[in-house]
């Protein structure tokens, strides 16, 4: 693939292993109502990548079988499975902690109007994108009308008792720089957007999450096109921080794709790298006939992504 094969080279990245495996991603598939340029899926309203209920019920017997605590739920839009519904109920009969990366604009497209109220319903932890809490950044990152859309969904999560103490429903916000640069410290960014957000349009949130774009898929083709590839490489090179290494999120995650295909994280799933440099790919059945954890980890030069300066996971920095 045209915009895999730099990052697949001659990597230095050092050699991390698996401590256990505490949260299970599934990517429940590609198809999005939206195509943002930064978007290291390449998802999108004609993708029709979609997993079936079947790898759904193998993921939840591994959940069981390793005792996994976070089913983190991903896509593409996942509500747009329509299998999503279903899941959730069982994972929650489970007892498992569900996440929903949440695009907020799903909840004002026709037919998804259930989103919100089946989130708050099944205590579900909604983690939103807002890629920038000014509308023109938005616009131009995710398209015309993303940022007005988000903001009415956020609200409608608000009104649901998302981001109140007292309710204990949690909605963490996610965002991505607009271009090739680093995210600015996660604690001052956040500090803003709860300021402005609250005193514009009145929402409330729990937490910031910044994350780095990854120089993959959508983004790392943009990047190829305008010549700005290896520079950005240099960049996250040059900001690598070892004690990241500590904190990286596939210490403790294996993600899933559509076809129950497991990978060491979700970058690695779009860069199709087989879980622990395997020789071929391992699936949930795998692991439910060999009870077996891969302590490896596929490691390759887009890792120096979620190890630069103050790092990058699923949950955002990694350091102050």
């Given at each position: 693939?045209?915009d895999?094969w730099?990052?697949?080279k001659?990597s230095?990245f050092?050699a991390i292993r698996r401590?256990?495996?505490t949260?299970?991603?599934l990517?429940l598939?590609?198809l999005?109502?939206?195509?943002?340029?930064?978007?290291?899926?390449?998802?999108?309203p004609n993708r029709?990548e979609?997993m079936d209920?079947?790898?759904?019920?193998?993921a939840?017997?591994?959940a069981?079988?390793?005792?996994?605590?976070?089913l983190?739920?991903?896509?593409?839009?996942?509500e747009?499975n329509p299998?999503?519904?279903?899941?959730?109920?069982q994972?929650?009969?489970q007892?498992?902690?569900?996440?929903d990366?949440?695009n907020?604009?799903?909840m004002e497209?026709?037919?998804?109007?259930?989103?919100g109220e089946?989130?708050?319903?099944?205590r579900v932890?909604?983690?939103?994108?807002?890629?920038c809490y000014?509308a023109e950044n938005?616009?131009a990152?995710?398209g015309?009308?993303?940022f007005?859309?988000s903001i009415k969904?956020l609200q409608?999560?608000?009104?649901?008792?998302y981001?109140?103490?007292?309710?204990?429903l949690?909605?963490?916000?996610v965002?991505?720089?607009?271009?090739?640069?680093?995210?600015?410290p996660q604690g001052?960014?956040?500090?803003?957007?709860k300021?402005?957000l609250?005193?514009?349009?009145?929402i409330?949130?729990?937490?910031?999450?910044?994350i780095t774009?990854?120089?993959i898929?959508?983004?790392?083709?943009?990047l190829?096109s305008?010549g700005?590839f290896?520079?950005?490489?240099?960049?996250?090179?040059?900001?690598?921080?070892?004690?990241?290494?500590?904190?990286v999120?596939?210490?403790?995650?294996?993600?899933?794709?559509?076809?129950?295909?497991?990978?060491?994280c979700d970058?690695?799933?779009m860069?199709e790298l087989n879980?622990?440099e395997?020789?071929?790919?391992?699936e949930?059945?795998?692991?439910?006939?060999?009870?077996?954890l891969?302590r490896?980890?596929?490691?390759a030069?887009?890792?120096?992504?979620?190890?630069?300066?103050?790092g990058?996971?699923?949950?955002g920095?990694?350091?102050d």
């Open positions: 693939m045209r895999t730099p990052l697949l001659d230095d050092p401590d256990r495996i949260t299970l991603q990517n598939g590609y999005c109502n939206i195509a943002c340029l930064h978007c290291h899926v390449a998802a999108g029709t979609l209920r079947q790898t759904m019920v193998e939840l017997a591994v069981e079988k390793f005792e996994v605590k976070t983190d739920l991903t896509g593409g839009s996942p747009m299998h999503f519904r279903w899941l959730v109920e994972a929650r009969e007892g498992l902690h569900v996440m990366r949440l907020p604009t799903i497209e026709p037919g998804y109007e259930w989103v089946f989130l708050a319903e099944h932890e909604a983690i939103a994108s807002l890629p000014s938005v616009d990152q995710r015309n009308g993303v007005e859309a969904a409608t999560l608000n009104g649901l008792g981001g109140d103490s007292e309710t204990g949690v909605l963490n916000l965002y991505n720089p607009m271009g090739p640069s680093l995210p600015p001052t960014l956040e500090a803003d957007y300021r402005f609250h005193d514009q349009f009145g409330r949130f729990n937490q910031l999450f910044t774009n990854m120089p898929k959508r983004f790392g083709s943009i190829l305008k700005q290896e520079e950005y490489m240099d960049l996250l090179r040059n900001a690598y921080q070892p004690a990241n290494l500590k904190g999120m596939c210490r403790e995650l294996i993600s899933v794709d559509y076809r129950g295909r497991l990978h060491d970058f690695n799933q860069l879980l622990g395997s020789d071929g790919p391992v949930l059945s795998d692991l439910l006939q060999t009870g077996q891969p490896r980890i596929h490691v030069n887009h890792c120096y992504g979620c190890t630069a300066g103050q990058s996971s699923c949950g920095a990694l350091s």
